[in-house]
């Protein structure tokens, strides 16, 4: 499996948890990771991402709670998860985004490569 999350779980209202998305067969240098999550009954929806060149990408609904980075040296991307909301409860998915372009906008249909998922769950 050529990347794997982790992390996930059970957390309260206003706690914080963090992802690791490990990844192989490639490298940071030249790719685009993000991290997607779909709830129940709803449709998939970008969360972050991280760009070649470390430029970043997040969904209105997250900024200033979620944040993401990566090790290049561990071969991860992590989504650190602050001030969680119940609404934030989903499987979250990390994705390996197709082509190597600096500018890869943080939409489904422009990875190829995803995860198993890992599930969130924040109690009210």
């Known amino acids: 499996v050529p990347l794997a999350e982790f992390g996930g779980g059970l957390v309260q209202a206003g706690g914080s948890l963090r992802l690791p998305c490990a990844f192989s067969?490639?490298?940071?240098?030249?790719?685009?990771i993000g991290w997607f999550r779909q709830a129940p009954g709803k449709e998939r929806e970008g969360v972050s991402c991280?760009?070649?060149?470390?430029?970043?990408v997040y969904a209105d609904s997250v900024k200033g709670r979620l944040t993401i980075s990566r090790d290049n040296a561990k071969n991860t991307v992590y989504l650190q998860m602050d001030s969680l909301k119940s609404w934030d409860t989903a499987v979250y998915y990390c994705?390996?985004?197709?082509?190597?372009?600096?500018?890869?906008?943080?939409?489904?249909?422009?990875?190829?490569?995803w995860g198993q998922g890992t599930q969130v769950t924040v109690s009210s």
């Open positions: 994705a390996r985004g197709r082509g190597s372009s600096y500018y890869l906008a943080c939409s489904g249909s422009n990875f190829g490569s």
């Open positions: 067969g490639f490298t940071l240098d030249y790719n685009t």
């Open positions: 991280i760009r070649r060149g470390g430029g970043t």
